[in-house]
């Protein structure tokens, strides 16, 4: 059964300080992995998207790393800010059958910033 | 980046009565919308699979007849929430694939539907 499983669930770290965020999967055959971030309220935004080949992605303090031989994947936030609080979601797509493609969706890791 | 407008973003509604939410993308034709449910604190559920100018694909256990999706154009579909009821209050989200893309999928705003 293709899954996704994040950890921890939840995260609490001071402003400033770096995180990493943990995703496990299980999705075959795989196409891509991606980092969406869900403020409260909102809908997800893409941070990082990886194809089988890429191993590390980074957008601003935000770096993604892949590795597809143990089908793990990290976020790791470097120099933490307030408006990074939110919730962090590791999302799987299944490879495409046709013009159709399934996306896995991880439970998430809300993380939250404190000054 | 591309832009994926939903409106509206929050919306009430009497027990019974219909609503409709709309999603749009601005700069791009979107072959393909998905429509997606949240509950608090879960992840999203993905409900429909909606391609233009033809019938979406629900996920098990959605009622086709309860949530209609249209999605007459490529830069537009709507899911019409029939006759709510209030566990139908929920968060509902649309996202859109670019035409000829297969990876990248731009998520609106979301709506906030309370039925009272």
């Known amino acids: 059964k293709n899954q996704v499983e994040q950890s921890p669930q939840s995260l609490i770290i001071l402003e400033g300080k770096n995180c990493t965020l943990q995703?496990?999967?299980?999705?075959?055959?795989?196409?891509?992995l991606r980092w969406y971030k869900q403020d409260t309220g909102r809908g997800p935004v893409s941070l990082t998207i990886m194809t089988f080949s890429e191993n590390t992605k980074s957008n601003g303090r935000y770096t993604a790393t892949l590795d597809a031989d143990t089908k793990q994947s990290s976020l790791h936030i470097t120099a933490s800010q307030l408006s990074d609080s939110a919730s962090y979601i590791c999302v799987v797509s299944e490879k495409p059958r046709g013009s159709n493609y399934q996306l896995i969706w991880g439970a998430g890791t809300k993380l939250i910033i404190k000054p | 980046g591309a832009v994926v407008s939903q409106h509206p973003s929050r919306v009430i509604c009497k027990s019974g009565t219909s609503v409709k939410i709309e999603c749009r993308s601005l700069d791009f034709q979107a072959t393909t919308m998905f429509w997606y449910r949240q509950f608090p604190k879960q992840s999203l559920m993905l409900m429909a699979t909606?391609?233009?100018?033809?019938?979406?694909?629900?996920e098990q256990g959605v009622e086709k007849d309860k949530f209609l999706i249209n999605h007459a154009s490529l830069t537009l579909s709507t899911l019409t929430v029939t006759s709510a009821h209030p566990e139908d209050s929920s968060f509902y989200i649309c996202s859109a694939r670019i035409w000829g893309k297969n990876t990248e999928a731009f998520f609106g705003q979301g709506t906030r539907l309370t039925v009272v």
């Open positions: 909606s391609n233009e100018g033809s019938k979406a694909t629900y």
């Open positions: 995703c496990n999967y299980t999705v075959s055959p795989f196409s891509n």
